[in-house]
């Protein structure tokens, strides 16, 4: 039966297909015994009557329809904006925790050209993840954001950084935003 449907949509439209229905719907109708004692006239009026409710419900289940698709847009658009906000705060935050890294003077020089390799590798990660989320590719978006969090939570990093500074990182990355977490449950789990 779908694909008669299909056959007869493609065929002759959606115009065709309508006027199929509502003959369908209401060939019977005139042979009822309750209809057989209206005159003519009334039989018509009543005929119009459904013709017309039945227009009307459709065209408030297309406007339905429009505006529920219209708000699921408008959410998306504003989550991605949420979303790429976010992520350009947890940026700045994780170059903060890496410039301060950077400028400890404790370490050797061998940690400190550690840590800026991971401040670099770090820095070039989430700008990937900033341009996927802008560009509202959220598949491409979760696997940099996965990419990222291997960068984090990698041996490299954990070698390189102080343990406190290595758990403020990861907090920032893995943090427990709804947005955040969105990406994260399509990067496959990465945070602990």
């Known amino acids: 039966?779908?694909?008669?449907?299909?056959?007869?949509?493609?065929?002759?439209?959606?115009?065709?297909?309508?006027?199929?229905?509502?003959?369908?719907?209401?060939?019977?109708?005139?042979?009822?015994?309750?209809?057989?004692?209206?005159?003519?006239?009334?039989?018509?009026?009543?005929?119009?009557?459904?013709?017309?409710?039945?227009?009307?419900?459709?065209?408030?289940?297309?406007g339905l329809a429009a505006q529920k698709a219209h708000l699921d847009n408008s959410t998306r658009e504003r989550s991605a904006a949420e979303?790429?906000?976010?992520?350009?705060?947890?940026?700045?935050?994780?170059?903060?925790?890496?410039?301060?890294?950077?400028?400890?003077?404790?370490?050797?020089?061998?940690?400190?050209?550690?840590?800026?390799?991971?401040?670099?590798?770090?820095?070039?990660?989430?700008?990937?993840?900033?341009?996927?989320?802008k560009s509202g590719d959220e598949v491409r978006a979760a696997e940099q954001y996965k990419g990222l969090l291997r960068v984090v939570q990698s041996t490299n990093t954990s070698q390189a950084l102080p343990a406190a500074v290595q758990k403020d990182l990861a907090d920032n990355g893995c943090g427990g935003d709804h947005f955040l977490g969105r990406l994260a449950s399509k990067s496959s789990g990465v945070c602990r």
């Not at 906000?85 to 404790?106: F, P, Q, V």
């Open 83 to 133: 979303l790429s906000k976010i992520m350009a705060d947890r940026h700045e935050a994780g170059e903060r925790i890496l410039a301060k890294a950077e400028a400890d003077t404790s370490l050797s020089p061998s940690q400190t050209a550690k840590v800026k390799e991971v401040h670099q590798e770090y820095s070039d990660r989430m700008k990937k993840v900033q341009d996927a989320v």
């Open 1 to 62: 039966m779908t694909e008669f449907w299909k056959m007869a949509l493609s065929l002759t439209g959606v115009s065709a297909v309508g006027s199929f229905v509502v003959f369908s719907l209401y060939k019977d109708w005139l042979h009822l015994p309750a209809l057989n004692k209206l005159s003519g006239e009334r039989l018509y009026r009543l005929f119009l009557v459904f013709l017309v409710l039945t227009f009307l419900f459709g065209v408030a289940t297309l």
